[in-house]
C-alpha cells in the first residue's frame, strides 16, 4: 500500500466537465494556431518548403502512434489510480508512462536512418527532400522531448488537471511562433526546425516546473527505477490504442492516393484537404469532450462507481452534441460561402462545398463515437473503440471508395458520403459497444 488521496469523485459531475472541457479545447484552439502559424510562415518561404513541412508532418502523424502508445494508457490507469485513491500507484504509472516515452521516442528518432526508404515510399520530390532533410532531422531528433512532454500532460490529464497541459501548450506555442516569426526570416526553413526543437525544450522546461509542484513530483525522483508491473499494464491498454492511431493515419494516406485517382483527382484532393481543415473546428470540441470523458470515468472506475462513469459518458455526449451542432449548421448553410474562401477554381469549389455539407450530418456521429470511445479507454478497454475505428475505415470506407471512384469511376461526392457513413457507423457502433460493456460490468 502506498500513499492515498482523497477520491475525486464527490464533486458535481456537472461542474466537473466543464472544469475539465474549457481548457482541453482552449489547447486545442492553441495547438491549431501554432500548427497553422507554422504554415504561414513556412508559405512566405515558398511551394517546395510548405510541401516539405507537409510530407515531415505525415512522417510524425504516422510516428506518434508511439506517442499515443503511452499518453492514452497512462491517462486511464492514473486516473484510475487516483480515483481509488492510491497516490503511489498514479506516480508508478507516470514513472513508467515516462520511461516509455523517451524510449519510444528513441526508437521514433532512428526513423531519420531510414529516411531514403520513407522519401521513396511517398514519392517525394528531389527538390522536396534536399529542402526537408534538416528539418525531419531536427523533428525526428527532439522527437524523445516532444514524447516525454506528451507523457506528462496525460498524467495530469488522468489526475483530473487540464489546466497544467493548456498552460504549457500556450507557453510552448507562443515560443514556437515567436521563434518562427524571427528565426525563419532570417534562416529558412532550418529557422522554423530551430522554432520546432525550441518549443519542445520550453514544453519540457516548463512541464518540469509544474510537476515538481504537483502530487506526482515524487514519481521524478526515481526515473530510473523499473517496474514491470507498470509498464505491462500500459503496453496492455497502450498498444491497441496506438493501432488505432496507426491504421488511422496510413488509412487517411491511403484514402488521399485513391482519390488522386479518382475522377478530377486534383480537384478532389485540393478539397478533400480544405475539407477537412475547416471540419477540425468540430474535431477540436469533440476531442476536448472525450479528454473530460476519458479522465471522468478512468477516476469513477477507480473508485469503484461505475455509475457515476455511465452517467458521466452520457452528460458529456450530451453537451458535446449540443456545442457542435451550431458549428455543424454552420458547415451545413454556409458551405458555399466557406468554399469561396478556399478555393477559386470551380470544381473545387463544388466538391468543397459538398464535403462540408456531409460532414456537417456526420460529425454528432463522430462525436458519439470519440466519447464513448474515450469511455471505453478510460473504463481499461483500448480494444474494441480501435477494433470499430479500424474495420469501419479499412473494411468500409477504404474499399469502396476504390471500387466506386477508382474502379467505376463515380465522382467523388461518392467518397464524401462513404466518409460519413464511416462516421455514422463509428458512432453508432461504438455507442452500442459501450453500453453493452457497461451493463456487463457494473449495475447501471
Not at 217 to 244: C, M
Not at 366 to 395: K, V
Request: charged share 10%; hydrophobic share 55%.
Amino acid at each position: 500500500m502506498g500513499c492515498r488521496v482523497e477520491p475525486a469523485v464527490n464533486t458535481s459531475l456537472g461542474h466537473e466537465l466543464l472544469r475539465l472541457v474549457l481548457p482541453a479545447l482552449l489547447m486545442q484552439v492553441v495547438q491549431t494556431v501554432g500548427w497553422l502559424g507554422e504554415a504561414v510562415f513556412v508559405s512566405r518561404l515558398g511551394k517546395v518548403e510548405l510541401a516539405a513541412i507537409g510530407l515531415v508532418g505525415e512522417i510524425t502523424w504516422l510516428l506518434s502512434t508511439l506517442t499515443t502508445i503511452v499518453t492514452v494508457s497512462a491517462t486511464t490507469l492514473v486516473a484510475q489510480r487516483w480515483g481509488a485513491g492510491d497516490l503511489a500507484g498514479a506516480r508508478g504509472f507516470m514513472r513508467a508512462a515516462v520511461q516509455q516515452a523517451i524510449l519510444f521516442g528513441l526508437l521514433a528518432s532512428a526513423a531519420w536512418f531510414l529516411r531514403d526508404l520513407i522519401w521513396q515510399g511517398m514519392g517525394a520530390e528531389i527538390s522536396i527532400r534536399r529542402v526537408a532533410e534538416f528539418y525531419l532531422l531536427i523533428a525526428l531528433a527532439s522527437f524523445p522531448l516532444m514524447n516525454l512532454a506528451a507523457s506528462w500532460g496525460a498524467a495530469f490529464r488522468g489526475i483530473g488537471d487540464m489546466r497544467t497541459p493548456f498552460f504549457v501548450s500556450a507557453i510552448a506555442t507562443s515560443c514556437h511562433l515567436l521563434a518562427n516569426a524571427t528565426l525563419t526570416p532570417i534562416w529558412g526553413l532550418k529557422g522554423a526546425a530551430a522554432a520546432l526543437a525550441f518549443s519542445r525544450i520550453v514544453a519540457v522546461a516548463v512541464f518540469a516546473l509544474f510537476i515538481r509542484k504537483s502530487p506526482l513530483n515524487a514519481a521524478t525522483d526515481k526515473l530510473v527505477a523499473f517496474e514491470s508491473g507498470y509498464h505491462r499494464q500500459l503496453l496492455r491498454l497502450g498498444i491497441p490504442a496506438g493501432a488505432q492511431n496507426f491504421f488511422w493515419a496510413f488509412g487517411s494516406v491511403v484514402f488521399f492516393s485513391l482519390l488522386n485517382r479518382a475522377r478530377d483527382g486534383t480537384e478532389a484532393v485540393a478539397a478533400f484537404t480544405a475539407g477537412i481543415r475547416v471540419e477540425s473546428l468540430a474535431f477540436m470540441v469533440a476531442m476536448a469532450f472525450g479528454m473530460a470523458t476519458q479522465t471522468i470515468v478512468g477516476q469513477s472506475v477507480g473508485a469503484g462507481n461505475w455509475k457515476r462513469g455511465w452517467q458521466g459518458t452520457w452528460m458529456s455526449t450530451f453537451w458535446c452534441i449540443v456545442v457542435i451542432l451550431p458549428v455543424c449548421a454552420v458547415l451545413f448553410f454556409a458551405s458555399d460561402w466557406l468554399a469561396s474562401y478556399l478555393s477559386t477554381d470551380p470544381t473545387t469549389h463544388r466538391y468543397t462545398a459538398y464535403y462540408l455539407r456531409v460532414a456537417a450530418l456526420a460529425e454528432p456521429f463522430w462525436a458519439i463515437s470519440m466519447t464513448t470511445g474515450a469511455a471505453l479507454q478510460g473504463a481499461g478497454d483500448t480494444r474494441t473503440p480501435a477494433l470499430i475505428a479500424i474495420l469501419t475505415q479499412w473494411l468500409f470506407c477504404i474499399p469502396l471508395t476504390y471500387l466506386l471512384c477508382v474502379l467505376k469511376g463515380h465522382s467523388p461526392i461518392v467518397a464524401w458520403w462513404l466518409v460519413g457513413a464511416s462516421g455514422f457507423l463509428t458512432g453508432a457502433v461504438t455507442a452500442i459497444a459501450f453500453v453493452l460493456f457497461w451493463l456487463k460490468r457494473s449495475d447501471a
